[in-house]
Every structure is written in C-alpha cells, then in structure tokens.
C-alpha cells in the first residue's frame, strides 16, 4: 500500500518568506509526527499528533514553527519569516495507535528545505 | 532532559565483516529501542527494535542486544554487504511518556556505515 509521502520535496526560499510543508500519513494510522535533520546530525522531535488529543509541540524550536492536523489525515507544518538556520530536511512519519501497540513510525521522504 | 548516545559517527567495515554500533540512553524509564536505516536521499526505515523485557534479539543477519543495567543497546550487522551502506539511528522511548499520551523518540546521532567491496 502507500507509504507516507510529502510534499514538496524540495523548497527553496528567501530568508523572511514563509513556507508550508505537507504530510500525508498512512491510511488509518492515528499518530503524525514531524522530525527535523540538519545536514549530517540526527532526527529532532518537533511535534506529536494523536487522533483528536492536544498535540505535543514540546520540540517546537521557536514560534515561528506551528503544525496542524485535520482528523487523523493530512499535517501541514508551517515556518514563518524563515532564516538561514532553519534549513534542514524534515521528515514526516506515522504509526498506529502507540497505546495500542503502534510503536513502529513510518517515515517518508522528507522535504529538503533551502532558506537563501 | 533525555538523551542517546551512538557511536561511532562513521565507520567502515570490508565487505563481510561484522559491524557494530553502540548507544547508550539516560531516562531508565526507556523501554523500547528501534533501530532505523537511512539510505541517501530516503527517509529513515525500521530495522530491528527490541523492548526492555528482552536482551536480544535476532533477524537474519541483524542483532540487537540490550543491558538494561548499564543502559546501552548495540546493533550487530554479520556478513556485512554493499548494501548495507547507510546511515543507522538508535532511538529510544519511554513507557512513562506512552501513559501520559506523549508518544516521542530521542534519536542518537546516527552512524554512516561504509563496506567496502
């Protein structure tokens, strides 16, 4: 079946422009995450998404990030005025109901973001 | 907070060699540790995972051993192939973040393995 997929998959942008990134997750899969990788460094939790409780956005770097999900579809995550420092991948990734036993996370592509 | 070490950052194996790559955790709370592969340009997949009422646990040419008391895993690739060349992440979770409905890895830093043909 599909994978997780993204979109776009590469953005480049002016410094202060804002940019919204996509994730469609598994079919029927209730938990969105979005993770951030800097250029040869590992994955950086920024947000959680579970069905219809409160998001977890403790690793949200700063305001200017902010992410929303509709249901249990598709996660947009947005980064306002954008700087050089936020250009990284970021990755999307989807699991089945972790209470339940969902412990395994989809990833996909990511979205490869140049902030010039 | 909660942190995961890895090592090495980069390492390279002949082709088949085993290849090893270590991580240690800090929140003895943690209970399951996946492993995710990498390849250039693709997001990360699960490998193996093991939970904490296990040490070890074994696919094909893929191991994954535990200590809880010294809290570290390790990820023991056999016969190491070309294709295994990629970048591997440790990760661990926390039963105490699953109760309260917080559901999140620490990833460690990964590990660009190389084999050489």
């Known amino acids: 079946g599909a994978g997780v997929s993204q979109s776009p998959s590469n953005k480049v942008t002016e410094k202060g422009k804002d940019v919204e990134l996509r994730c469609d997750p598994i079919?029927?899969?209730?938990?969105l995450y979005w993770y951030r990788q800097r250029l040869g460094q590992g994955l950086e939790f920024l947000i959680y998404f579970q069905g219809n409780s409160a998001p977890d956005k403790s690793g949200l770097p700063s305001d200017r990030f902010s992410a929303e999900r509709t249901g249990e579809s598709v996660s947009t995550l947005t980064i306002q005025r954008t700087q050089q420092e936020d250009s990284a991948v970021y990755l999307c990734?989807?699991?089945?109901?972790?209470?339940?036993?969902?412990?395994?996370?989809?990833f996909g592509p990511g979205t490869r973001l140049t902030v010039t | 907070g909660e942190n995961v070490e890895q090592h090495p950052s980069t390492l390279s194996v002949q082709e088949g060699d085993s290849a090893v790559i270590k991580c240690t955790y800090s929140d003895s709370a943690s209970n399951y540790f996946p492993w995710y592969k990498q390849e250039l340009g693709k997001g990360p997949q699960l490998i193996i995972d093991i939970r904490s009422n296990v040490g070890e646990k074994k696919d094909q040419r893929i191991a994954v051993t535990l200590n809880k008391t010294a809290k570290h895993f390790s990820l023991h690739i056999t016969e190491t192939q070309p294709e295994d060349s990629a970048v591997y992440f440790c990760a661990a979770s926390s039963s105490s973040d699953f109760a309260s409905g917080t559901y999140k890895y620490i990833f460690g830093t990964g590990t660009r393995l190389k084999v050489l043909a």
């Open positions: 079919s029927g899969h209730t938990a």
């Open positions: 990734a989807s699991s089945l109901e972790p209470l339940a036993g969902g412990y395994e996370q989809y």
